[in-house]
């Protein structure tokens, strides 16, 4: 059996963040490859990380810049190597190309760091993010670490576009890979609650997220004052995974403003909620609370960022504004009115099923991989660039962590 190593930047939580959700899909993935998958990452531990030990993966603590590890990869001798964001790739892959340069290396970007970043601070600074795209440090680190790798999972249409239009990067090495989901069956469809069973607004996400506190500020600030004047008597839910002092500072009975912190099952939540909300204004990747919601039969407004990558038609299950007054307004009738809510359901799950079809996505990314395999050699001469990056940052990494390894050795 054909042997992965998962190099992780955290343990797998797949009921705080779309993260954690689309490790676990990958992880299934190749566990239905029939590959021997072993998961090694620095991280901690955490009260809400999945025991991936009953899934039949071994996991294994490591270090950075301990030479341990080349020991490790030379008794396992791993097939494919995948690296949990590029960071790891940084820290991890000249190891793997000196002791395994024969195992193909994947990197899954979950989103684009550098393209999260620049539209943070295009955000903060009210420019357009292309202006400082291109001289953000982050940008040629992440550029870098796609072009070192074999190949590369992107999450979202646009950002795979953007990669072959703005940085030219070869198709060969990038792959679009969504969310893989099971289909929404029609009976799965016709037994969640309807319409009249639904109440209150819902947002959710990880608060270890700056995207996803930004949006719940600016709901708490711009969105909300205006809508709880239509409806008086409706709340906001909002509920996310490690929430800060700050986020639980916004709830506010008095506002229907309700912070509910962690939920031990999103699904349920989102099940019970009328309408999701989600004025995201910067980021990156897929939104996997839009997803979620799609998923479970609750229709949503958001932003056009927060559609990104998830309707390529321009469909929705619900609204999309920048503006607020009609994101407000929005809302208000999606909320209120039931023939437009069911048609706006209706539309979320044939986006989610069409869209991110678990069969569709594994039968395309097994079919590529098997075509690496055979011509792995050809496919890295094809890549120069990739080559030479290899070869100039592997002698400075080398050396960088050749002299932390002997300052630790002396420390002990």
């Known amino acids: 059996m054909p042997k992965l190593l998962i190099i992780g930047y955290v343990w797998p939580e797949p009921n705080s963040s779309a993260a954690g959700s689309r490790m676990l899909q990958l992880i299934e993935f190749f566990i239905q490859e029939k590959y021997n998958i072993t998961f ?26 301990d030479p341990q590890f080349d020991i490790f990869l030379e008794d396992l ?64 680190r992440e550029i870098a670490a796609i072009y070192r790798c074999d190949l590369s999972l992107i999450i979202s249409e646009p950002e795979l576009e953007l990669l072959q239009a703005e940085f030219g990067i070869p198709e060969a090495i990038l792959f679009y890979l969504p969310f893989m989901l099971k289909p929404v069956s029609e009976k799965q469809q016709s037994a969640l609650p309807g319409f009249e069973e639904r ?15 930004n949006a719940v500020l600016f ?23 490690y929430p800060s002092q700050k986020v639980l500072n916004l709830h506010n009975p008095s506002e229907n403003f309700m912070v509910h912190g962690w939920a031990d099952n999103s699904a349920e939540v989102m099940k019970q909620a009328r309408v999701c909300l989600a004025p995201i204004q910067f ?11 799609m998923q479970n039969g609750t229709p949503s407004v958001t932003t056009m960022l927060g559609s990104e990558g998830i309707s390529k038609s321009g469909e929705w299950n619900g609204f999309i504004s920048d503006d607020v007054p009609q994101f407000v307004q929005k809302a208000y ?10 048609e706006k359901q209706k539309i979320g799950f044939t986006i989610f099923n069409t869209r991110f079809n678990i069969k569709l996505h594994q039968q395309r990314f097994q079919s590529y991989l098997n075509i690496l395999r055979e011509n792995l050699e050809k496919h890295r001469e094809h890549n120069f660039t990739g080559q030479m990056l290899k070869y100039h940052f592997h002698k400075s990494t080398y050396f960088m962590s050749r002299f932390i390894e002997e300052k630790n050795r002396h420390k002990k």
């Open 40 to 65: 090694a990452t620095t991280a901690r531990t955490t009260d809400n990380m999945v025991n991936l030990e009953t899934w039949g993966v071994e996991i294994e603590n490591i270090k950075l810049n």
């Open 77 to 140: 001798k791993p097939d494919v190597v995948l690296f949990d964001r590029f960071m790891i790739e940084e820290q991890f892959g000249w190891r793997v190309d000196q002791i395994c340069p024969y195992a193909i290396k994947i990197l899954d970007t979950e989103d684009l760091h550098f393209l999260r970043k620049a539209r943070h601070q295009a955000y903060k600074d009210i420019i357009a993010t292309e202006n400082i795209l291109k001289n953000l440090d982050l940008t040629k």
């Open 199 to 213: 109440k209150d607004f819902i947002s959710i996400g990880n608060f270890l997220h700056e995207p996803n506190w």
């Open 219 to 241: 709901l708490k600030e711009k969105i909300w004052p205006e809508l709880r004047k239509e409806l008086p008597g409706t709340k906001m839910n909002i509920y996310g995974a």
């Open 283 to 293: 980021g990156a990747g897929l939104k996997g609370k839009l997803v979620e919601a």
């Open 333 to 342: 009738n999606l909320y209120s009115n039931q023939q437009p809510w069911n």
